[in-house]
């Protein structure tokens, strides 16, 4: 390979802040301070260097973003650059009046989380009483201005018979896709994996749920859907590919290569502050680690999907074979595949409650 290709998309991780405290959280359990985030020029300087690129779009998150006073200057700035922006935001903490003020800042697209259907479960998994009503009233506000919705819903044991009621919920809010995703065992999530996961049974009944979802919808509303790996066969794309497609700059500024890259023991992360968005991610040494094939140890080195998988997911590998550059454990030529529907059976059999972040 002569060089990596141009990334398309940047997560920008505007802030760790946030009022929710979901314990499926994939934020890093010890969070970056509120004073060493980037300041609104720094941020304008990154989405400058990244429409350079080649990045398209940028996610505009968190936490949740709107807990930066500056969010409105922040999506000028990226919206200036030339970028698609989306906003991936909770609701909570932005009234209708900074919607507003987001939209004439050229706000392209909202992603709105939703916990579940009703307000009780809701909040109880939010930790946070209120939100729903907040939720349901922001997607109105959205909508009401002409703006793109998506919806959002981290999927677990509590929530994946709520699936069919999920998506009339997006249909009649007036979203246009619906992003169903299974919480991933990092951080926070690692931490309540005993209370989130699902039965295998919950699973195969929430891909029928979604196969009969699609058909309804189909040319209406697009439906994403994605299963756990814990219960998978073959390895999903880290991120596109490591190093290939996306990159990450957290709230103080390091770059990477996925959320949660810095898992990772032994990578050296670059930072916006000290190099060029370029230049980090043509050299560093965290995004050259896991880039392209030559890494790969065997099976991965000698399978046919090696450019299509490119090895699955680097931290599930650490987390569940104890090395990083081991073949995803989700995928079935895996020597340790055989770990994940153990560890799955055995924590979806458990009676764990939430451990919420800060109590």
């Known amino acids: 390979m002569n060089g990596p290709p141009n990334p398309i998309g940047l997560l920008a991780e505007l802030t760790y802040r946030c009022p929710l405290a979901c314990p499926y959280c994939s934020n890093p359990l010890e969070l970056e301070r509120r004073e060493d985030e980037l300041d609104t020029a720094t941020w304008a300087r990154v989405f400058a260097e990244a429409a350079e690129l080649g990045v398209l779009q940028v996610h505009l998150s968190g936490g949740e973003p709107a807990s930066r006073r500056d969010l409105v200057e922040i999506t000028q700035a990226a919206s200036g650059a030339g970028l698609y922006t989306n906003l991936i935001t909770s609701a909570v903490g932005l009234p209708a009046a900074t919607l507003r003020r987001l939209k004439a800042a050229g706000l392209d697209h909202v992603q709105l989380s939703i916990q579940d259907i009703g307000r009780a479960s809701s909040d109880h998994i939010a930790g946070y009483e209120g939100a729903y009503d907040r939720k349901l009233a922001f997607a109105g ?181 104890g090395d990083a550059a081991a073949t995803d454990p989700s995928c079935e030529l895996s020597p340790v595949h055989s770990r994940m529907p153990a560890i799955a059976g055995q924590a979806a059999g458990s009676d764990g409650s939430y451990l919420y972040r800060g109590r």
């Not at 246009?176 to 049974?201: C, F, K, S």
């Not at 390895?235 to 490591?242: A, D, E, H, L």
Request: overall charge positive.
């Open 141 to 321: 506000a959205v909508t009401g201005l002409g703006m793109a919705l998506t919806l959002n819903v981290v999927i677990h044991r509590a929530n994946i018979g709520n699936l069919a009621a999920l998506v009339e919920l997006a249909e009649s809010l007036g979203a246009g896709r619906v992003e169903i995703a299974h919480a991933q065992y990092y951080g926070w999530a690692l931490r309540n994996r005993d209370a989130l996961m699902p039965t295998r049974d919950q699973v195969d009944e929430a891909m029928r749920e979604m196969d009969r979802a699609r058909q309804r919808l189909e040319g209406r509303i697009a439906i994403d859907f994605v299963v756990p790996d814990y219960y998978a066969r073959r390895p999903k794309p880290c991120v596109g590919g490591w190093g290939r497609r996306t990159l990450n700059v957290t709230p103080s500024g390091v770059v990477l290569p996925c959320h949660a890259a810095q898992t990772i023991p032994g990578l050296s992360f670059w930072s916006v502050r000290d190099y060029p968005l370029a230049e980090i991610w043509r050299r560093s040494p965290a995004f050259e680690a896991f880039r392209g094939t030559g890494w790969m140890q065997e099976p991965c080195r000698s399978c046919a999907y090696r450019e299509q998988d490119f090895g699955g997911c680097r931290c599930q590998a650490l987390a569940i074979a």
